[in-house]
C-alpha cells in the first residue's frame, strides 16, 4: 500500500526487452534527496513508480531494477518509458507511517489524457480526459491517484475532470514533464471501486 506522496522524481537509466520481447527491464536511477540516500532497496520490495506498483528485482547504492510484464505495459503509460524518462517515487507504507494522502494500492485502472493546463492565482487548473469505463468512479471533492500523485478532484464534466496542482507539487513530482495530449496513469479511490462492485451485485 501507498499514500499518493511522492518521495522523489527518479529517471529511467536503462530499458530492456525481456523473454519474446513482450515483457521489459527498467533500471531506475533514484533521486539524490535524504529519503532515496537511506531508503533500504530490499529484493524483493514494492515500490510504486509513477503510480504502478513494481518489485525490485536488483538494487545498487542510487539505482534499482524491475521488471514489468506485457499485460502492465499495455495498460498504463510505461510502455513510453525511455532513458531519461522521469518517474515519480514513493516507497510501500509500513506499519505506522503517516498517512497524509489517501490509501493507493499500486494497481493502475487506466490511462487519462491531459486536455488542457491552465494559470489559476498560484496554481495550475489541470483537466484530464478519461475513458467512457472508469468516468462513473471520479466525484467532485473525491480522491484520485494520478502517476502516483495523490490529489483531490474538483470538478467533473462528462467524462473530464479537473484538479488543482499547486507549485509545490509541480516542483516535486513528473507534472513538469507533462503537457496536453500526455497520457497519465490513473487509479480510481478504492472506495469507489468497492463500492460500485456491491451495487452491481444488488442490481443483478
Known amino acids: 500500500m501507498?499514500?499518493?506522496?511522492?518521495?522523489?522524481?527518479?529517471?529511467?537509466?536503462?530499458v530492456a526487452a525481456i523473454g519474446s520481447g513482450q515483457d521489459a527491464r527498467?533500471?531506475?536511477?533514484?533521486?539524490d534527496n535524504?529519503?532515496?540516500?537511506?531508503?533500504?532497496?530490499?529484493?524483493?520490495?514494492?515500490?510504486?513508480?509513477?503510480g504502478v506498483c513494481l518489485t525490485v528485482i536488483e538494487a545498487g547504492n542510487n539505482w534499482f531494477t524491475v521488471e514489468v510484464s506485457a499485460e502492465t505495459l499495455a495498460k498504463t503509460n510505461l510502455g513510453d518509458w525511455q532513458p531519461g524518462t522521469q518517474v515519480n517515487l514513493e516507497g510501500?507504507?509500513?506499519?505506522?507511517?503517516?498517512?497524509?494522502?489517501?490509501?493507493?494500492?499500486?494497481h493502475v485502472d487506466g490511462l487519462a489524457e491531459v486536455v488542457s493546463l491552465?494559470?489559476?492565482?498560484?496554481?495550475?487548473?489541470?483537466?484530464?480526459?478519461?475513458?467512457?469505463v472508469l468516468a462513473p468512479f471520479v466525484?467532485?471533492?473525491?480522491?484520485?491517484?494520478?502517476?502516483g500523485v495523490?490529489?483531490?478532484?474538483?470538478?467533473?464534466?462528462?467524462?473530464?475532470?479537473g484538479v488543482n496542482i499547486i507549485p509545490h507539487t509541480a516542483a516535486h513530482t513528473n507534472f513538469?514533464?507533462?503537457?496536453?495530449?500526455?497520457?497519465?496513469?490513473?487509479?480510481?479511490?478504492?472506495?469507489?471501486?468497492?463500492?460500485?462492485?456491491?451495487?452491481?451485485?444488488?442490481g443483478a
Open 2 to 14: 501507498f499514500t499518493g506522496l511522492i518521495t522523489g522524481v527518479g529517471s529511467i537509466r536503462s
Open 26 to 31: 527498467f533500471t531506475i536511477q533514484t533521486p
Open 34 to 50: 535524504e529519503v532515496w540516500k537511506t531508503a533500504e532497496k530490499k529484493l524483493g520490495a514494492s515500490i510504486a513508480c509513477s
Open 92 to 106: 510501500s507504507l509500513r506499519l505506522g507511517d503517516e498517512l497524509g494522502g489517501h490509501l493507493v494500492s499500486g
Open 118 to 132: 491552465t494559470p489559476e492565482n498560484g496554481s495550475t487548473r489541470w483537466v484530464f480526459e478519461l475513458p467512457a
Open 139 to 147: 466525484a467532485p471533492k473525491g480522491s484520485i491517484a494520478i502517476n
Open 150 to 161: 495523490s490529489l483531490t478532484v474538483n470538478e467533473v464534466e462528462g467524462h473530464r475532470f
Open 176 to 202: 513538469a514533464t507533462l503537457r496536453a495530449g500526455s497520457l497519465v496513469n490513473i487509479e480510481i479511490d478504492m472506495l469507489a471501486r468497492y463500492l460500485a462492485r456491491q451495487l452491481s451485485f444488488k
